[in-house]
């Protein structure tokens, strides 16, 4: 049974990771959070210790170590910006991390984990978790099999709406989530590297609070991209149906159907990290480059805008 700290853990993620913890029968034995809401702790490790300040999180850490019943893992649940931080106190702990996503904001903020890593031999993990959907490593490997040169049309449109908290809280502040195309996109455009490989061209058409969309062209792949935190951009049939969510990628006109399996993606995701197969630092750099880029790059209207851009 390996043992768990959790950073973050009254947040809306933290309980994916709580199940998981205990899906894969191991023991959550301290947990951190700033904010006390934390109840839902008893639902799955009522003896696990919370504190709600780092140091003495950071001292009870460090005395179960020295008394050789240290943590194997840190999961983290904390708001994006401070992802690095955390992950660096987790490896100097003598723990394997397993984060969040987005990993980190920009790509260099990886290379500062990679001397980590060495220094410490210990590893970071991180949720990757359209990777493991079967869906999606079924569309892979179908794009394996074919000719090196072939490429495809793709259009991903993802509308997820958020009330209006969203830019009130840290998610709507780009220093601290990245802005949507980081903090929502980062997600999708993990998948589509891993689907059809290396990313090639990268152009923003249009970024806003609550919208983003863009063309990126991939070895296999010429995709135009719309995502949306505004239920404005709901299609009307789909809101009058009671629906304040629409996803949809295209691949050739073909509809990918991936909307079942996305439950237990977190749990999936734990046991590989368990059996060693956890997707590490540097399968998250082509992602973290394109949120990155796009939340730099000047947006600008023209070439092969995704059909929802007015
Ligand atoms: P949230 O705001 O609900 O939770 C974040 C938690 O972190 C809060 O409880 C907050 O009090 C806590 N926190 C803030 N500062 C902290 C600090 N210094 N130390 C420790 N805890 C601190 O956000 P969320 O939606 O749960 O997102 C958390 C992370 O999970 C983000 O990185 C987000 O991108 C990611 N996420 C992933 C998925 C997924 O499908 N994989 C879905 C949602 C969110």
Not at 164 to 176: D, F, I, M, R, V
Not at 233 to 260: L, Y
Request: charged content about 25%; some cysteine.
């Amino acid at each position: 049974m390996k043992r768990f700290a959790l950073i973050g853990a009254a947040g809306y993620i933290a309980p994916r990771h709580m199940g998981a913890i205990r899906s894969t029968q191991n023991d959550l034995v301290a947990a951190l959070d700033p904010n006390d809401s934390v109840g839902i702790i008893d639902s799955h490790f009522p003896e696990a210790d919370f504190f709600t300040e780092f140091e003495r999180f950071d001292r009870h850490l460090d005395k179960l170590r020295r008394n050789g019943n240290g943590v194997d893992y840190v999961s983290i649940c904390s708001p994006n910006y401070l992802h690095d931080s955390h992950m660096r106190f987790a490896l100097r702990s003598g723990a394997d991390a397993i984060c969040e996503k987005p990993l980190v904001l920009n790509p260099w903020n990886i290379d500062g984990l990679t001397e980590i890593e060495k220094d410490t031999g210990r590893k970071v993990n991180t949720i990757l978790q359209l990777r493991v959907h079967p869906a999606i490593t079924e569309l892979r490997e179908r794009i394996l099999r074919e000719p090196k040169d072939k490429k495809h049309e793709v259009d991903l449109t993802y509308i997820t709406s958020r009330g209006h908290w969203y830019l009130q809280s840290w998610k709507g502040a780009e220093k601290k989530s990245g802005g949507i195309a980081t903090n929502i996109g980062v997600h999708f455009f993990d998948m589509l590297h891993f689907i059809f490989g290396e990313l090639q061209e990268n152009k923003v058409h249009l970024a806003e609070d609550t919208r983003a969309a863009g063309y990126l062209e991939y070895e296999h792949a010429r995709v135009r991209w719309f995502l949306s935190i505004d239920i404005n951009d709901v299609p009307s049939s789909v809101r009058a149906a009671g629906q304040r969510t629409f996803r949809s990628i295209t691949v050739d006109g073909h509809e990918i159907e991936f909307s079942g399996g996305f439950t237990d993606l977190h749990t999936r995701s734990y046991e590989e990290i368990l059996a060693g197969r956890g997707f590490g630092l540097e399968e998250n750099r082509v992602a973290i480059e394109t949120v990155s880029h796009i939340r730099n790059a000047e947006a600008r209207s023209g070439g092969e805008q995704h059909p929802f851009v007015s």
